[in-house]
């Protein structure tokens, strides 16, 4: 019978600390700010994650995704200058903390692959707030920084992530 018990503990244990890791993926939209909005306008995406529970408050794990940031046209005074659009892939550490049921604050730290020309790649950081709006769905707004070479391309995020 204490066998039992013991297993059947365990057993709640585990499914309780699973609840909070697990593969999460998403989409979404940004604003390219600083040096990047001179050579773009628009930026869209899609998220995955994979996090592990490190204690019931704080998850760790992996992060990953891709985003394009769509061409912009500079008019001067001879005429235009068109930019290519720009495309990343991140591939980082990612840690969130559980600052309520609903509400979590986290960062993602890595590189980013730069994979249309003339794009080198670079650190990759990603401080990021998210608000649950349902049991399996995370809304959450971000910053976005890649150090490439001669600036920061930067973007402000709005995400949306479901737990798969």
């Known amino acids: 019978m204490k066998k039992l018990v013991l297993i059947a503990s365990f ?5 309780g600390v699973s609840a909070q ?9 940004g604003l390219p700010i600083g040096d990047a ?5 628009f930026s ?3 998220d995955a994650l994979y996090h592990w529970a490190v ?4 998850n760790a794990g992996i992060a990953t995704g891709f985003t394009i940031a769509l061409e912009n046209t500079i008019d ?10 720009s495309q990343f892939l991140p591939i980082a550490a990612s840690g969130r903390y559980m600052a309520s049921d609903v509400f979590r604050v986290g960062i993602d730290l ?3 692959i730069g994979i249309s020309d003339g794009d080198d790649g670079g650190f990759y950081y990603r401080p990021i707030a998210g608000y649950a709006i349902a049991e399996n769905a995370e809304l959450n707004l971000s910053y976005t920084g890649i150090s490439v070479d001669g600036g920061t391309w930067s973007t402000i995020v709005l995400g949306i992530l479901f737990a798969l």
């Open 11 to 15: 057993a709640a244990f585990a499914l």
């Open 21 to 29: 890791e697990g593969l999460r993926a998403g989409i979404n939209v």
């Open 37 to 41: 909005s001179e050579v773009a306008g």
């Open 44 to 46: 869209f995406g899609i």
């Open 55 to 58: 204690t019931e408050e704080f």
């Open 76 to 85: 001067i005074f001879f005429g235009s200058i068109e930019f290519g659009n």
């Open 110 to 112: 890595g590189y980013a």
